[in-house]
């Protein structure tokens, strides 16, 4: 016989599905409700056969001994869809408002959450645009994903994950480029890369970096928090804004039923009085 037969795991049961969110929303605040049993199953099986494990107790246990094994546990559990210039009207305010306030100063902005790259490289080619290719501004870029940001530092992208953006900013801010594996890549050009600071940060822990910041986008990551946890996150961002610093959320977000210092500014926009 040749090969090696897949391991047959049993169902993920209820005590390990509560157990398993419990873990995820003490350590990254992800508040994973009922039926997402099969997310869940279907995210971690290929995990657990990669490490040859009988099934998801045994794996549990190990998440629960091993940091390093837990912080892949939340890297699969956590959804990273994102694409460049998504939700346009926020990078106009960023444009016509945020940068602004600068003043010739430097500029400073945060991505968190920013998954693969595609926010905090488009918060860099609007700025190069709007300056003339003179940009005075550093973007910090953090996530949770030691996957998501490895592949962020390294700004390179399927073509059709830039075919949606303006042939003439792909001109000025991309390159032709090959992945290892000699496949066709579009990748960001250095002038933008350098721009961009990425550190791997769970927004639930101590943050180490000091503000102020101008602006704040965390868009799309609050949708899977629970309400206590949204509302500590987004004062602790209020914190970290300078005086008439924005904050940008997804549209599918709101600050509606929080306790919280911001004025509305725009859809899906607030701002730090």
Known sequence: MTGTAPIALGSLGRDEFRRACAIVYDVAGISMTDGKEGLVSSRLSKRIRELGLPGFPEYLARVERDDAELAEMVDRLTTNKTNFFREAAHFDWLRDRVLPMAEGRMLRLWSAGCSSGEEPYTMAMVLHEATGGRPNAG?????????????????????????????????????????????????VREHVRRMVRFARLNLMEAWPMRGPFDAIFCRNVMIYFDRPTQERLVNRFYDMLVPGGYLFIGHSETLHALEHGYSYAAPAAYVKP
């Open 139 to 187: 973007i910090l870029a953090t996530d949770i994903s030691g996957r998501m940001l490895a592949k962020a530092r390294d700004g390179m992208y399927l073509p059709e994950t830039v075919a949606d953006v303006e042939p003439a900013l792909i001109q000025r801010h991309f390159q032709p480029a090959k992945s290892e594996a000699g496949a066709a890549r579009m990748q």
